[in-house]
T-cell receptor, first 110, second 114 residues
Framework: QKEVEQDPGPLSVPEGAIVSLNCTYS??????FMWYRQYSRKGPELLMY????GNKEDGRFTAQVDKSSKYISLFIRDSQPSDSATYLCAMSYNDYKLSFGAGTTVTVRA | SAVISQKPSRDICQRGTSLTIQCQVDSQVTMMFWYRQQPGQSLTLIAT?????????ESGFVIDKFPISRPNLTFSTLTVSNMSPEDSSIYLCSVDRPESSGYTFGSGTRLTVV
């Protein structure tokens, strides 16, 4: 079993829709949770970082962490074509060695 | 946040040869990380490079295959040695973000071994 499982996608949504991305994990020692966005032929870019259960908002993005269920989500509201990318969840127990999900490719159709 | 320049951005190499990838950061950082991203798979940490000490390799990665140098606080290299087609992948360097949590990544090196 992989440490981090991410919904594989791909996802295709119309502009303005809500995008929901999910990851589950098996290591209960994970305490730092991140979402990265990766455009084609670019490196991952940090979107959200959190270390507590609950919701964290940043503009159109909401990160949700449920440690009891070992489940994290990223929601993108009012999605735009510029949100088309691969989204990677990542987590860590010591804030330096990251374990990544395989990524979900999202396409937002204009 | 730190700006990372990674070279080359892509290369096509013959099997049995070696390729050295360079990672230059615009500010001093304590730790630099090297990752591999294979198609359809998770980013996998190869090793952690600290200046002035030997790199720390993750399970499944060995120094003879992936030698790393870290001569100063802004630069590191990763060499992929004696390459085979199975080494075809994207290789990324990453540094921690002193101004906040999380990590900054370079744009990656897309390696194809033929």
């Amino acid at each position: 079993q992989k440490e981090v499982e991410q919904d594989p996608g791909p996802l295709s949504v119309p502009e303005g829709a809500i995008v929901s991305l999910n990851c589950t994990y098996s290591n209960s020692a994970f305490q730092y949770f991140m979402w990265y966005r990766q455009y084609s032929r670019k490196g991952p870019e940090l979107l959200m970082y959190t270390y507590s259960s609950g919701n964290k908002e940043d503009g159109r993005f909401t990160a949700q962490v449920d440690k009891s269920s070992k489940y994290i989500s990223l929601f993108i509201r009012d999605s735009q074509p510029s949100d088309s990318a691969t989204y990677l969840c990542a987590m860590s127990y010591n804030d330096y060695k990251l374990s990544f999900g395989a990524g979900t490719t999202v396409t937002v159709r204009a | 946040s730190a700006v990372i320049s990674q070279k080359p951005s892509r290369d096509i190499c013959q099997r049995g040869t070696s390729l050295t990838i360079q990672c230059q950061v615009d500010s001093q950082v304590t730790m630099m990380f090297w990752y591999r991203q294979q198609p359809g798979q998770s980013l996998t940490l190869i090793a952690t490079a600290n200046q002035g000490s030997e790199a720390t390799y993750e399970s499944g990665f060995v120094i003879d295959k992936f030698p790393i140098s870290r001569p100063n606080l802004t630069f590191s290299t990763l060499t992929v040695s004696n390459m085979s087609p199975e080494d075809s992948s994207i290789y990324l360097c990453s540094v921690d973000r002193p101004e906040s949590s999380g990590y900054t990544f370079g744009s990656g090196t897309r390696l194809t071994v033929v």
